[in-house]
């Protein structure tokens, strides 16, 4: 079984600064890819970012970065400059290999508030 | 930007009733989704669907539940009898396979009074 854990139910930072969001996983795959949504209150998914387990260079997406540390089994979310925008809860999800099915495993979230 | 459509947005039903959910998934996508999302929980998978059946469902997808996709083009799950506990945002999702990222449409908030 595959398992995601965020263990920041809650985490604020000042608008302009960086905050980082940490995620865990656990997979007995080799071959699977990492991804974290926002969810901002209108309860909309968006994927922000995405990292294929078989790459080691760290995926960066503008403002948004990731480390990723595959043999720690951690994939953690930085947001550089953050931006009242970015208040939302931020959910890592991993998804599984051929052997795991493509189904989407997501960790309890994080909520992340921005602060002017 | 094709985008997964979720109608309605917000469903109100009594207990016992059968309600479906629709959803129109982006038309290269091969394989589509059904997650939900009790209030202040985290996202869980239900079904995933590919080639016309069923190829995954979790524990929560019992018999109550159902998906079809009729008509090549509307994705759709049928909650037979619903209960109070069925009260969740139910997400829509689609890919084109284990290495591409899942698209949500804006889902349908199901209230069951």
């Known amino acids: 079984a595959q398992t995601v854990t965020q263990s920041q139910p809650e985490m604020s930072v000042q608008e302009a600064e960086t905050v980082t969001l940490s995620c865990t996983y656990d997979t007995s795959e080799n071959n699977y890819y990492l991804f974290w949504y926002k969810q901002p209150p209108s309860r909309q998914m968006i994927l922000v970012i995405r990292q294929e387990a078989y790459k080691q260079q760290n995926a960066t997406e503008n403002r948004f970065s990731v480390n990723f540390q595959k043999a720690a089994k951690s994939f953690s979310l930085k947001i550089s400059d953050s931006q009242l925008g970015d208040t939302a809860m931020y959910f890592c999800a991993l998804k599984g290999g051929e052997t795991s099915g493509s189904r989407l495993t997501f960790g309890e979230g994080t909520q992340l508030t921005v602060n002017p | 930007e094709p985008e997964v459509t979720q109608t309605p947005s917000h469903q109100v039903t009594q207990m016992g009733q059968e309600v479906i959910l629709r959803c129109v998934p982006i038309?290269?996508?091969?394989?589509f989704y059904w997650y939900r999302q009790i209030l202040g929980q985290k996202v869980e998978f239900l079904v995933s669907f590919y080639n016309n059946e069923i190829s995954e469902k979790s524990e929560i997808f019992d018999d109550q539940f159902s998906v079809e996709r009729p008509d090549g083009s509307n994705f759709t799950l049928k909650i037979r009898s619903t209960k109070l506990e069925d009260s969740a945002m139910y997400f829509c999702a689609g890919d084109r396979g284990y290495n591409s990222p899942l698209h949500f449409g804006n889902g349908t908030r199901l209230t069951v009074t």
């Open positions: 038309s290269n996508h091969l394989y």
